[in-house]
């Protein structure tokens, strides 16, 4: 079995086609090519080592483990420090080459150091292993056919590739790994790839303007974690790269994050635009476009990084789990409810983009009718809140808010740029948005809690009301929004971070706190004037980062360690955008008119 038992141990490889998740003690546990949703060739993040990993490091157990990211890259140095000497071992996947390879550099830093590696892939109890004379060794099994370059002599056993070799002072000794289709990197280019993916990583993040934020160091990371999750090709971005860690310890809240959210893509275009990465929003938009172009009114809740379904979501029984949490999934039958709140997240994206000066395309106005027009028509549909709990239909508070953001955001762009107020078209969605907003204020609000609570007709609260200030829906100063914020701080607030929902709540017993819920509880805060507390709570957020900078989904204040898919890009790109607001620089594109 791998040792490695915490998410925090692990840091991420990525190329902008696909991901790994590389552990402190040098195993790569998490590998899926050629794409992020493909199946996956080393999966011992979700069993043990017999399910696909690649282990690297010394033979004797070190004194003492660094690892950093090389700066503003991801390129993983970690050094391991022995009795007899110390290796420093770069990890990283080319970013600069038209193929997929994952790139492994071993250097002697003094002493002589006995160093192992053993590669198996998952499926491998009917592997292949081919080792030639060259150098280079072939794996083949049920996902998949992989080749390995090294100049060390390898050795094929018990369906794997292993090799001990012992590295001295000054000495380099480099892997490559590519899909079997691939022509891959030879050796002798290990360093020239480094050097390239290097500057891949820097020439990008260069673009980000240190000055516009308290917080340099943190937001950097959080924006190359979240270009490392976003699709070459596409333009896409997934959740995350990884399925099934749990919510909860040794629970079945396990989902496959490996798709594109469109909840996420106004998040993701209003943090990249603050930032300042137009070509990335672009990318992003025009991704939705073409996505949303081929439906007919009716959004689908996620999609693959090429536009095409969600796969049927099914239990794979060969895996264990983490920590023996099960079942794990492949695909996500989320994406097949009626989540009514993607209405106003698709049009809003639409918006952020135009405020932002990316020009409209001509199918722009074409979608943003049709999905008015599926919406007017089937305004009191009830459906899945945004957390896809799976249940009866309600109507969720922010799936009403969400709707009157999609009715808004249309209604601006046509009273500006097409027939105006007075079109009966837009004069009904006028209408009903106003009808929206009376009716949130009416059947949301609980006057005995004194708070904007989950759904109509019932008394949970949801963190997710704190966006209402964050989309322009309500000021957050406003007298019940401003309740709304305490009631929630003090009964989701725990350990200075905020949960989703109470603690014990039958949603989810043992859920701990929800990082961007408590992002937006720092936006809140500020947006009303409490700039103190607003920093005090968006760098609780920062303090249970893992040490290379990366958040997942959730923290448990109670065992002190993150929860859920990691990295979580909707983590990252809250901690984006509320560095900015409470800088001081975000621009600010959801406000004003």
Same mark, same amino acid.
């Given at each position: 079995? $791998?040792?490695?038992?915490?998410?925090?141990?692990?840091?991420?490889?990525?190329?902008?086609?696909?991901?790994?998740?590389?552990?402190?003690?040098?195993?790569?546990?998490?590998?899926?090519?050629?794409?992020?949703?493909?199946?996956?060739?080393?999966?011992?993040?979700?069993?043990?080592?017999?399910?696909?990993?690649?282990?690297?490091?010394?033979?004797?157990?070190?004194?003492?483990?660094?690892?950093?990211?090389?700066?503003?890259?991801?390129?993983?140095?970690?050094?391991?420090?022995?009795?007899?000497?110390?290796?420093?071992?770069?990890?990283? #996947?080319?970013?600069?080459?038209?193929?997929?390879?994952?790139?492994?550099?071993?250097?002697?830093?003094? @002493?002589?150091?006995?160093?192992?590696?053993?590669?198996?892939?998952?499926?491998?109890?009917?592997?292949?292993?081919?080792?030639?004379?060259?150098?280079?060794?072939?794996?083949?099994?049920? =996902?998949? *056919?992989?080749?390995?370059?090294?100049?060390?002599?390898?050795?094929?056993?018990?369906?794997?590739?292993?090799?001990?070799?012992?590295?001295?002072?000054?000495?380099?000794?480099?892997?490559?790994?590519?899909?079997?289709?691939?022509?891959?990197?030879?050796?002798?280019?290990?360093?020239?790839?480094?050097?390239?993916?290097?500057?891949?990583?820097?020439?990008? &993040?260069?673009?980000?303007?240190?000055?516009?934020?308290?917080?340099?160091?943190?937001?950097?990371?959080?924006?190359?974690?979240?270009?490392?999750?976003?699709?070459?090709?596409? @333009?896409?971005?997934?959740?995350?790269?990884?399925?099934?860690?749990?919510?909860?310890?040794?629970?079945?809240?396990?989902?496959?994050?490996?798709?594109?959210?469109?909840?996420?893509?106004?998040?993701?275009?209003?943090?990249?635009?603050?930032?300042?990465?137009?070509?990335?929003?672009?990318?992003?938009?025009?991704?939705?476009?073409?996505?949303?172009?081929?439906?007919?009114?009716?959004?689908?809740?996620?999609?693959?990084?090429?536009?095409?379904?969600?796969?049927?979501?099914?239990?794979?029984?060969?895996?264990?789990?983490?920590?023996?949490?099960?079942?794990?999934?492949?695909?996500?039958?989320?994406?097949?409810?009626?989540?009514?709140?993607?209405?106003?997240?698709?049009?809003?994206?639409?918006?952020?983009?135009?405020?932002?000066?990316?020009?409209?395309?001509?199918?722009?106005?074409?979608?943003?009718?049709? &999905?008015?027009?599926?919406?007017?028509?089937?305004?009191?549909?009830?459906?899945?809140?945004?957390?896809?709990?799976?249940?009866?239909?309600?109507?969720?508070?922010?799936?009403?808010? #969400?709707?009157?953001?999609?009715?808004?955001?249309?209604?601006?762009?046509?009273?500006?740029?097409?027939?105006?107020?007075?079109?009966?078209?837009?004069?009904?969605?006028?209408?009903?948005?106003?009808?929206?907003?009376?009716?949130?204020?009416?059947?949301?609000?609980?006057?005995?809690?004194?708070?904007?609570?989950?759904?109509?007709?019932?008394?949970?609260?949801?963190?997710?009301?704190?966006? #209402?200030?964050?989309?322009?829906?309500?000021? *957050?100063?406003?007298?019940?929004?401003?309740? $709304?914020?305490?009631?929630?701080?003090?009964?989701?607030?725990?350990?200075?971070?905020?949960?989703?929902?109470?603690? @014990?709540?039958?949603?989810?017993?043992?859920?701990? $706190?929800?990082?961007? =819920?408590?992002?937006?509880?720092?936006?809140?805060?500020?947006?009303?004037?409490?700039?103190?507390? *607003?920093?005090?709570?968006?760098?609780?957020?920062?303090?249970?980062?893992?040490?290379?900078?990366?958040?997942?989904?959730?923290?448990?204040?109670?065992?002190?360690?993150?929860?859920?898919?990691?990295?979580?890009?909707?983590?990252?790109?809250?901690?984006?955008?509320?560095?900015?607001?409470?800088?001081?620089?975000?621009?600010?594109?959801?406000?004003?008119?």
């Amino acid at each position: 079995m $791998t040792t490695t038992r915490s998410i925090e141990d692990y840091a991420l490889l990525a190329d902008g086609r696909s991901a790994a998740l590389l552990s402190r003690d040098g195993s790569i546990d998490w590998l899926c090519w050629p794409r992020f949703d493909s199946a996956p060739c080393f999966a011992a993040l979700l069993g043990g080592e017999r399910d696909g990993c690649w282990h690297l490091a010394p033979v004797d157990a070190p004194r003492r483990v660094n690892r950093s990211y090389q700066p503003d890259t991801l390129v993983v140095e970690t050094e391991h420090e022995c009795e007899p000497g110390s290796v420093r071992v770069t990890d990283f #996947m080319a970013a600069a080459t038209g193929e997929p390879c994952l790139v492994r550099i071993v250097e002697g830093l003094h @002493g002589s150091v006995a160093v192992r590696t053993a590669l198996q892939l998952r499926g491998a109890v009917a592997a292949k292993t081919t080792v030639g004379n060259n150098g280079v060794a072939t794996v083949c099994s049920s =996902c998949g *056919a992989v080749t390995l370059r090294t100049d060390v002599p390898l050795e094929a056993r018990a369906h794997s590739l292993q090799a001990i070799f012992t590295v001295r002072a000054g000495q380099r000794v480099a892997f490559t790994l590519c899909p079997d289709e691939c022509a891959g990197l030879d050796t002798s280019t290990a360093v020239p790839a480094l050097h390239d993916t290097q500057r891949h990583w820097r020439r990008w &993040i260069n673009d980000f303007d240190d000055s516009r934020t308290l917080w340099p160091q943190a937001v950097r990371r959080s924006l190359l974690t979240l270009k490392a999750l976003i699709d070459r090709s596409s @333009g896409a971005m997934v959740a995350a790269p990884t399925t099934s860690l749990p919510e909860t310890p040794g629970g079945d809240l396990n989902w496959d994050y490996r798709y594109c959210w469109v909840r996420d893509a106004s998040f993701a275009l209003e943090a990249l635009l603050e930032a300042g990465f137009h070509d990335e929003a672009r990318a992003w938009r025009d991704w939705l476009l073409r996505t949303l172009g081929t439906s007919h009114g009716r959004i689908h809740v996620a999609y693959c990084v090429d536009g095409s379904r969600v796969p049927r979501e099914r239990c794979v029984e060969s895996l264990a789990g983490w920590q023996g949490a099960r079942p794990v999934r492949f695909g996500n039958a989320a994406a097949t409810q009626y989540q009514p709140d993607v209405f106003g997240e698709g049009l809003d994206c639409l918006y952020l983009a135009r405020r932002a000066g990316i020009d409209p395309t001509a199918d722009e106005v074409d979608l943003e009718a049709r &999905i008015v027009g599926w919406l007017l028509e089937h305004s009191d549909k009830p459906g899945s809140g945004i957390w896809e709990t799976r249940g009866a239909a309600r109507q969720y508070t922010v799936s009403r808010v #969400m709707a009157w953001v999609a009715l808004d955001r249309f209604i601006k762009h046509w009273c500006k740029d097409g027939p105006g107020a007075g079109d009966p078209f837009v004069q009904r969605a006028i209408e009903q948005r106003d009808k929206f907003h009376e009716e949130v204020g009416t059947h949301a609000w609980d006057a005995q809690q004194g708070a904007f609570v989950r759904c109509y007709g019932e008394t949970g609260l949801d963190a997710s009301v704190l966006l #209402m200030p964050l989309v322009g829906f309500m000021r *957050a100063d406003e007298p019940r929004m401003s309740a $709304t914020i305490d009631v929630i701080r003090r009964e989701l607030g725990d350990g200075g971070l905020i949960g989703r929902w109470r603690r @014990g709540d039958d949603l989810a017993p043992n859920e701990g $706190t929800f990082l961007a =819920c408590s992002c937006w509880m720092a936006d809140c805060l500020y947006l009303r004037g409490d700039e103190d507390a *607003a920093r005090e709570q968006f760098e609780r957020v920062l303090a249970v980062a893992n040490d290379v900078g990366l958040l997942a989904e959730e923290y448990d204040v109670r065992t002190g360690t993150l929860a859920g898919n990691f990295p979580q890009a909707l983590s990252h790109l809250a901690v984006v955008k509320t560095a900015l607001l409470l800088s001081g620089s975000a621009k600010g594109h959801r406000r004003g008119s």
